[in-house]
């Protein structure tokens, strides 16, 4: 939701005189090649695209311009090989197309330098509400001279960018400064020549331009603003962080659908605060984060407590630790943690308060560098006080938790019958909180909330159903899907009555009593079948290990392979085949690859790991030693082949191990697991369930 700067190098005729060219996007899939109809978007050859942890490069066809780009932390760093032209052209289109469309308040913009811009964009949209990104660019060379434009007037957001053109367009020529609104942007006008390399760097803040230069001077000074430094610098930052688990075996396409995977899943959230510390918080007041804090922004958190967390607090448990200072700080300032910190805030994003889970998992697994009894105090209080609304169009908290509590579920005339499932979750989580710290009377309240999800499964059929305040069923649909009003509407957010059946993570041999083991199983295999099991989006990403715990591991293990090679897949038209959202199907896959899983997102007293077989022939997981005293923990597969997926038995520091879970402690404790695979099941591995 956060808009940063956009920069598009082109060459030739801006078609001043002759008609709108070069200052809107043009649609996705061409026309190129005619400059009154394609916009600034460029066709590339894939043989010329390389990519990178750190560094991209690509020659855009139709500009006949080749282009690297590396970043830091706060700033970015362009190379730019422009053909001999006198019309090379570097465009700041301040509209440019975002998944989130951000309204341009107002965009100003003012030369300072031969070499050298300044600006701010005043920007608006749903979930960040009113920010600003303040930049300063830098060029290796002066500007020839600086245009800007002004298309239509803004009638509310659109994705239809390839028609924008047709709007009228006002042209300044030769201007040192520029104040527009909307659909608006500066060209950066250049003589250039093959051998002499345009360097543009840009630093970026959310508090203001000095912060901005701040930025350019602690990050990008002292590596020289040296292209070919700062890609090496940031290399090395990436190897650090992929380092942490070494694969060998499988395909090649496997290793590297690995490695993306990992890079995505750290590389989707935002830091806020400048090098001095000072950020803009979501009501647009600069503050200072204390010492040793960092300030983040992200999407909503709905669902991570089975994809980024575990990954997180096993990979990287400084990264959760830093999660866990910021959401605890936070509550500390705002009286409420952040579900989805759009700009550091509470956007009305998704529902439930997953985000705890990382609070909760990460004590359970010994990190506790944060306040542990401040982090207590913020779960307690946020599962018991309704929801609220916040500044800026914000949302804290729970909003059918009143509901929740008067009826032991949500009647459907108060919000998604969804979020009973999802609100029992958060409540068992907090009651395994309590338990931890000994606070036993919590423990015992947010247990009993906790079994709140029978309330919302129809005894008669067995499903998850709709239900009034008065008590009485509403409809039999298992596969209407979505509710009706969006987030906040009735029915099952993101999913339907058959998928939040199998929503029970905290109490799953329960639930499967209800139609009986046999026919529970029978009703999932089913929907795998079918293709109800909906693996593209979180609500449903437990469902391949639901057979660890009803006596059916082979299955999970038949599943997860399954879907590792139906929903993933490195391939420019494929990837990943839904809600990536911001690395969390990425860490699923990692996760999935090596074996492992939590299907009650480590928040157990005593947590530990979900087990399957790994896709991979060995895998060396580099733990922390400012965590996890282990050193390393490996996971080897004997007997692997693309149609040995079933695990035959097990070792584990060379003893039989014949359980489908391994508690945290082992693993951190380091060590070896050894699994021998084959082509056919055996029931008699994994059983009984964990």
């Not at 250049?190 to 970026?204: E, K, L, N, Q, Y």
């Not at 409540?427 to 009377?441: S, V």
Request: a negative charge.
């Amino acid at each position: 939701g956060l808009s940063g700067l956009s920069l598009m190098p082109v060459t030739g005729p801006m078609g001043y005189e002759d008609g709108p060219a070069r200052v809107y996007p043009g649609p996705p899939d061409g026309p190129f090649g005619t400059m009154w109809t394609a916009g600034y978007r460029s066709r590339f050859r894939r043989e010329t695209e390389h990519g990178a942890p750190g560094s991209y490069g690509v020659e855009l066809l139709d500009w006949h311009v080749k282009v690297e780009v590396t970043a830091t932390a706060r700033c970015g760093l362009m190379r730019l090989v422009y053909p001999r032209t006198d019309q090379a052209h570097l465009l700041l289109d301040f509209a440019f197309p975002a998944e989130e469309l951000s309204r341009i308040v107002q965009a100003s913009v003012k030369q300072t330098g031969p070499c050298e811009i300044e600006g701010l964009i005043r920007q608006h949209n749903n979930y960040a509400g009113d920010f600003t990104v303040a930049f300063v660019l830098r060029a290796s060379q002066p500007f020839a001279s600086i245009d800007g434009w002004q298309r239509g007037v803004f009638t509310g957001p659109s994705t239809n960018y390839g028609t924008d053109w047709q709007t009228p367009v006002d042209y300044r020529h030769g201007i040192q400064a520029f104040q527009g609104h909307d659909g608006c942007g500066v060209a950066l006008n250049f003589r250039t020549s093959p051998d002499r390399p345009v360097v543009i760097a840009t630093g970026i803040s959310l508090c203001d331009i000095a912060g901005a230069r701040r930025n350019l001077a602690a990050e990008l000074a002292p590596l020289g603003f040296d292209f070919d430094r700062t890609a090496a610098a940031a290399r090395a930052q990436w190897r650090r962080v992929l380092g942490v688990v070494d694969v060998t075996g499988g395909t090649p396409a496997q290793r590297t659908m690995f490695y993306t995977c990992l890079y995505r899943a750290f590389s989707a959230k935002s830091l806020l605060q400048d090098v001095d510390g000072r950020y803009r918080d979501f009501t647009g007041r600069i503050r200072q984060a204390p010492p040793g804090e960092n300030i983040f922004s992200s999407d909503s958190f709905w669902g991570c407590q089975w994809t980024l967390f575990p990954l997180w607090t096993l990979l990287s448990p400084a990264t959760a630790s830093a999660w866990d200072r910021f959401f605890v700080g936070q509550a500390k300032r705002w009286g409420w943690l952040p579900q989805a910190p759009v700009l550091g805030g509470y956007a009305p994003v998704m529902v439930a308060q997953h985000e705890q889970s990382l609070l909760v998992s990460s004590y359970q697994k010994g990190i506790r560098d944060f306040d542990v009894a401040g982090a207590y105090a913020a779960v307690r209080h946020d599962l018991t006080t309704p929801g609220t609304p916040m500044p800026n169009g914000g949302y804290a908290g729970d909003r059918n938790l009143a509901a929740y509590l008067a009826h032991g579920y949500v009647p459907n005339a108060d919000g998604p019958t969804s979020n009973t499932f999802e609100y029992a979750y958060d409540d068992w989580a907090a009651g395994q909180f309590a338990a931890a710290l000994g606070r036993e009377a919590d423990r015992r309240e947010f247990q009993r909330r906790s079994y709140s999800w029978r309330n919302a499964i129809n005894p008669g059929t067995g499903y998850a159903c709709r239900r009034a305040a008065d008590g009485a069923w509403i409809g039999t649909d298992l596969y209407r899907y979505g509710t009706t009003g969006g987030w906040n509407g009735p029915g099952f957010v993101e999913g339907n009555a058959w998928l939040y059946t199998f929503w029970v993570p905290q109490d799953l041999p329960a639930l499967a009593a209800i139609p009986g083991r046999a026919e529970f199983n029978r009703r999932l295999e089913a929907g795998f079948a079918a293709g109800r099991v909906d693996l593209t989006n979180e609500e449903n990403l437990q469902a391949p290990f639901i057979f660890n715990y009803t006596g059916c591991p082979w299955l999970t293990q038949k599943y997860v392979r399954q879907s590792l090679g139906q929903y993933w897949d490195p391939s420019p038209l494929a990837g990943w085949a839904g809600e990536e959202d911001e690395g969390q199907l990425s860490a699923l896959y990692v996760l999935w690859a090596m074996g492992l899983f939590e299907m009650k997102g480590g928040c157990d007293v005593h947590p530990g790991y979900d087990l399957t077989s790994p896709l991979f022939d060995r895998i060396v997981l580099h733990l922390d030693p400012r965590y996890y005293p282990g050193g390393a923990f490996t996971i080897v597969a004997h007997g692997q082949g693309a149609e040995d997926e079933y695990v035959q038995s097990a070792r584990l520091n060379g003893r039989p191990y014949a359980r489908a879970w391994l508690s945290h402690e082992d693993l951190v404790r380091g060590g070896t697991l050894e699994y021998d695979l084959g082509a056919a099941p055996n029931p008699r591995w994994g059983t009984p369930p964990p």
